[in-house]
């Protein structure tokens, strides 16, 4: 996620604020108390197939770097059970705690049962599972970016405007049905018409795409897309531009993705897109697992903001060293 690091820092130093001393966390889990920032830290991670989950991991990494920490990380290829053959590998690799990025996945009993078995505690970055046990989960509003989207194109469009809403899947993700959720209710209360893709662009840029292409041989009237996150939504406007028919149709997308900023800042009809900021979320992760294995307590879960990122403001959150 390409953003001033000035605004990384702020936020990283907001975030410590939050944590008063303790001796376990909020799981019952005893912390190692060691103090010394002499840990080696797991990286879970559920699927490496996408830019956000890429930029997680990495950015998880340089904050350890940064505070001699040594992470081991794996990917599933998005098998739950493989997640959990993962967690037991680190597990017995002895690692003092794991950070889970669960990407699509809902829930994974046997990973948080492993982890608490094991007594090492569980932060879970971006996803929060929807049962289990653990120490502490930093995270978006995901419903709250898809509400401040479908504002703003709300504000851009005519009454009589068609909106396409391109999904990411599959039908139970949590994540994309509240983004849609967000943006169905700003659109509805405009009295906008919405046109839902029948078919998933599987969160990638080629999926978005093919999806983009579809809706323009279907929908001749359309007026401006929302997609789940930005890395379909760089796919459709290919498709728009491909079709002749960039001067007629806008983009709003999910998570700050580098290309999507670039292209937002650039004057496009890539409008606008709601931060869902990977290498703060995967920062602030690395810098909670330390807060827990040092004895504090944190809270439980932090939404972290999600700013709307526009034209105006584009070039505020580009930086040529994230990650994402």
Request: aromatic fraction near 4%.
């Amino acid at each position: 996620m390409k953003k001033t690091r000035r605004g990384l820092c702020s936020a990283l130093a907001a975030a410590a604020l939050l944590v008063p001393l303790a001796a376990c966390s909020d799981d019952g889990t005893a912390s190692t108390g060691k103090g010394n920032g002499d840990y080696t830290i797991g990286m879970a991670n559920f699927t490496l197939s996408g830019p956000y989950f890429v930029g997680m991991d990495k950015a998880v990494k340089a904050r350890a770097k940064k505070k001699g920490v040594t992470i081991v990380s794996t990917d599933a290829g998005g098998d739950a059970a493989k997640l959990a053959s993962n967690v037991e590998d680190l597990l017995s690799k002895n690692v003092d705690a794991v950070i889970i990025s669960g990407g699509p996945l809902e829930s994974a009993p046997a990973v948080l049962n492993a982890l608490k078995t094991a007594g090492k505690p569980a932060i879970l970055v971006d996803r929060k599972f929807r049962s289990g046990t653990y120490a502490s989960w930093i995270g978006p509003d995901n419903e709250a970016i898809g509400r401040q989207d479908g504002e703003f194109l709300a504000g851009k469009l005519d009454k009589d405007a068609t909106v396409a809403l391109i999904k990411g899947g599959p039908a139970d993700n949590s994540i994309g049905l509240a983004r849609t959720t967000g943006v169905k209710k700003a659109l509805g209360d405009a009295g906008i018409r919405m046109v839902e893709a029948p078919d998933y662009g599987n969160w990638a840029s080629d999926g978005g795409l093919t999806v983009m292409e579809s809706l323009l041989a279907s929908h001749k009237d359309l007026d401006a897309v929302f997609c789940e996150n930005d890395a379909m939504c760089l796919g459709a406007q290919r498709a728009i531009k491909d079709a002749g028919r960039e001067k007629d149709i806008v983009l709003a997308g999910v998570d700050g993705q580098a290309e999507a900023l670039q292209a937002i800042a650039a004057g496009s009809n890539y409008l606008v897109t709601g931060l869902n900021d990977a290498d703060q979320i995967g920062s602030l992760g690395l810098d909670r697992a330390i807060d827990v294995l040092d004895g504090k307590k944190p809270e439980k879960d932090t939404v972290v903001d999600s700013p709307q990122v526009t034209e105006e403001n584009a070039a505020k959150y580009q930086d040529p060293e994230g990650e994402f």
